[in-house]
């Protein structure tokens, strides 16, 4: 129970991470996404090309670790990449469509309800 727990702070460290790198999309402090973007990366054990390459079971196999953690992990993973897009616009649409279906499969074998979740993909379908 205590690793647990202590893998669910994790998880939500990394999501503060990815909302700092939200709200600083915009502003004069945006140069510093890419470094945040690397060390969710470095905190997720992943690389950009093994997450844009691989297929979400593959992925979630890879996330779940020992804890079974995998689709909270994925559903980082997938926030950063539509983070990602901003950085890259000539592959924005690329990076945006693996960014959806990471959410679709998310949503389609998670048994927690995320309006968050919803309104991203809404988003990404736009």
């Known amino acids: 129970m205590l690793r647990k727990d202590f893998i669910m702070v994790q998880i939500e460290e990394l999501g503060k991470v990815i909302a700092q790198i939200v709200s600083q999309r915009d502003t004069d402090a945006?140069?510093?996404?890419?470094?945040?973007?690397?060390?969710?990366?470095?905190?997720?054990?992943?690389?950009?090309?093994?997450?844009?390459?691989?297929?979400?079971?593959?992925?979630?196999a890879y996330l779940n670790g020992e804890d079974g953690e995998g689709l909270k992990r994925m559903e980082i993973?997938?926030?950063?990449?539509?983070?990602?897009?901003?950085?890259?616009?000539?592959?924005?649409?690329?990076?945006?469509?693996?960014?959806?279906?990471?959410?679709?499969?998310?949503?389609?074998?998670?048994?927690?309800?995320?309006?968050e979740r919803i309104s991203l993909l809404q988003g990404l379908s736009d």
């Open 77 to 115: 993973a997938a926030k950063l990449l539509i983070e990602e897009a901003y950085l890259y616009p000539t592959r924005q649409a690329e990076i945006r469509q693996k960014a959806k279906g990471l959410l679709e499969y998310i949503q389609a074998h998670d048994n927690t309800f995320s309006l």
């Open 30 to 60: 945006a140069r510093k996404i890419p470094q945040l973007v690397e060390t969710v990366y470095a905190s997720l054990k992943l690389d950009r090309d093994f997450l844009f390459d691989s297929t979400p079971e593959k992925l979630e």
